[in-house]
């Protein structure tokens, strides 16, 4: 009997164990293959040795069937014939698509020779090409515990293994982390590699996983309620394995405003963005806002990559479609969810599509990473038409420490931005409100051709917010025309005094007072400009500031903003320019101080020597 083996057979090992040395009698259920004639297709080997290669362990389990029927054989019980020629790289690519199946059914026909294969569509089409075939039922896979898992406890967020380094894990809940060793002993290559092959072999043969992307340097796998990602060089520089497992699962009632979020998601479909920094619980609220709606009768999709929401069966969790997320967001449209669950939300094109989405109907809750609420809602800027923003985000969710801290209500509003006070000035001013007191505490709108965010504070809103924005823009307009010094001093809400060099003043006010007329109408604002031999005295009985200390004159150098100060030597010293504060310093042994270039301090001890501002230092 001739017979020739695929893939599928040779990695169970189904063909070795059918070689009896006693010739047990054949039955339906267990085929004795004792002197028969193997012939083993060169395709089989070359797919077996790309998987070997690959570090899969289905190729090496492979291997060691063919080297036990070479075993067999030279102890007489069958003999084996390599035939036909080696799959190519594309075919070998192509595995999954048949055509490595394709040559071996070729090789049967030609040996006249019965395929056997535990492949149940390899099988069908063979039996369609009157092929005579051998099905053997395929082993059921049963996988135990990983080995990584006995790093994990009850308290264990994250394992992360390196060669060369001691296992490391994350403990505790989201209000406090530690990060330290579990494992004395460092590891090396050949652990890493074990760990990886058992998670792809696991991954591959249980329905408890899949693998989730594959890539040169980079294979993620999401087994049971793990998400694995393991990377090795060129993409990183050592092997290394991270495995993540969720330690709690939430539900909306466990968070602070859960009543106003119920409200909000059931009243109609929402735009919400979940905001917080890396660790802080973002995607734990998501799954117990996915799962709420879904308890509510709303169709709930989500979109992830990697998909590591830990959700019901009833949600239907979605990745990239051909590598794209906006191609996955075309398919859902036609699916028409009632909500849509996009964890993460970064890239512009994330931005774009979760937009899309949310102005086709779609009822959208996204993730976002931000350091505060508000930086949220900036990042649609430039990604979204300013005026469609509160149509596609009406809701930030910011998330700190396992609990939703703060929650805004977004809205626009036809009004004359807070600050300002000619009518002529009214525009759409996006309006980002506190949800807990319902006071205004962020306008976003446009100003002189740019998107700002404006913070609305009790008491100091003109001076810190649009007054600030107003200086910016008249210091900016009065600059591209002048060439020497420039300094602005509001006079008001709609009033500002410019003060130049006497040789600028003609060219900011131009012919007949056409060009400052011109940066008047752009900004809004009435602008007095005069000379710096104008500006009052700063003195005291001046009704300016009191000035105070010893007049010092830094010196510019190509990385520092040095301060002499022999006489302080050793002592803490306040700098001020004009009298105004700018900061503390200690003054070293040499008796200097030095700023770095580049550094907030720097910036406005620069500015302020640019503006011919007086600086001052006196003990602190």
């Not at 001691?166 to 209000?175: I, L, Q, S």
């Not at 050592?238 to 909306?252: C, F, N, Q, S, Y």
Request: hydrophobic share 35%.
């Amino acid at each position: 009997m001739n017979v020739v083996p695929d893939t599928s057979v040779v990695i169970d090992g189904r063909l070795s164990e059918r070689v009896s040395p006693e010739s047990p009698d054949e039955t339906e259920d267990d085929v004795d293959l004792t002197g028969v004639h193997i012939y083993v297709p060169e395709a089989v080997v070359g797919e077996l040795e790309s998987q070997a290669n690959a570090g899969r362990s289905v190729g090496w389990r492979g291997i060691e069937e063919l080297q036990r029927l070479v075993e067999l054989e030279n102890e007489g019980y069958l003999e084996i014939t390599y035939v036909g020629r080696r799959a190519t790289p594309e075919e070998i690519e192509r595995a999954e698509q048949g055509e490595i199946d394709a040559v071996i059914r070729d090789m049967a026909t030609e040996h006249d020779a019965t395929l056997v294969t535990s492949d149940l569509v390899q099988s069908e089409v063979a039996k369609a090409k009157d092929i005579d075939t051998l099905y053997l039922e395929p082993y059921e896979t049963t996988i135990g515990t990983l080995a990584i898992e006995s790093y994990f406890d009850s308290e264990t967020l994250s394992v992360h293994l390196k060669s060369g380094v001691r296992p490391m894990a994350k403990r505790g809940d989201v209000t406090e982390v530690s990060y330290g060793p579990v494992d004395e002993t460092e590891l090396d290559d050949e652990a890493l590699r074990e760990h990886a092959n058992e998670i792809r072999n696991a991954a591959q043969s249980s329905e408890d996983g899949f693998i989730e992307l594959s890539e040169p340097g980079m294979t993620i796998v999401q087994f049971r309620n793990y998400r694995i990602a393991m990377a090795q060089p060129p993409f990183s520089d050592g092997l290394e394995i991270t495995a993540v497992r969720p330690l709690v699962k939430t539900e909306i009632d466990d968070y602070s405003y859960d009543e106003e979020m119920k409200e909000r998601l059931l009243d109609s479909q929402r735009g919400v963005l979940i905001a917080g920094s890396p660790g802080a619980g973002k995607s734990t609220l998501a799954q117990a806002v996915a799962e709420f709606l879904s308890g509510s009768d709303y169709s709930v999709k989500t979109m992830e990559k990697p998909r590591d929401l830990q959700v019901g069966p009833e949600i239907t969790q979605y990745t990239e479609l051909g590598g794209r997320m906006d191609a996955t967001a075309d398919s859902l449209l036609m699916v028409r969810p009632d909500y849509t669950i996009y964890d993460e939300v970064r890239k512009t094109s994330d931005f774009e599509t979760f937009a899309d989405m949310r102005l086709a109907g779609v009822g959208m809750v996204g993730v976002v990473h931000a350091t505060r609420a508000i930086d949220a809602l900036q990042r649609l800027v430039g990604r979204v038409e300013l005026g469609l923003i509160p149509q596609v985000v009406d809701t930030v969710a910011y998330v700190e420490s396992g609990d939703i801290a703060t929650m805004y209500d977004v809205s626009t509003q036809v009004k004359v931005p807070e600050g300002l006070m000619e009518e002529d000035l009214a525009r759409p001013v996006i309006v980002v409100r506190d949800h807990e007191t319902g006071r205004p505490v962020y306008e976003m709108y446009t100003f002189n051709r740019q998107v700002v965010t404006v913070p609305i504070e009790e008491g100091e809103s003109r001076e810190s917010g649009v007054g600030q924005l107003a200086k910016q823009e008249i210091e900016r307009e009065i600059r591209s025309v002048a060439r020497g010094h420039v300094q602005v001093e509001l006079q008001g809400e709609n009033r500002a005094i410019v003060y130049v060099e006497d040789d600028d003043i003609s060219a900011v006010i131009g012919k007949g007072g056409g060009r400052i007329s011109q940066i008047e109408n752009r900004l809004g604002i009435d602008i007095d400009v005069r000379s710096f031999e104008e500006r009052p005295s700063q003195d005291a009985g001046s009704g300016g500031t009191q000035r105070t200390g010893d007049i010092v004159i830094p010196e510019i150098t190509a990385r520092h903003i040095v301060i002499p100060l022999e006489e302080y030597a050793g002592e803490t010293v306040e700098v001020n320019a004009d009298g105004e504060y700018l900061f503390t310093a200690t003054v070293s042994r040499g008796g200097e101080v030095q700023v770095s270039r580049g550094s907030a301090i720097a910036e406005e001890l620069e500015r302020a020597i640019d503006d011919r501002r007086e600086i001052t230092v006196s003990s602190s």
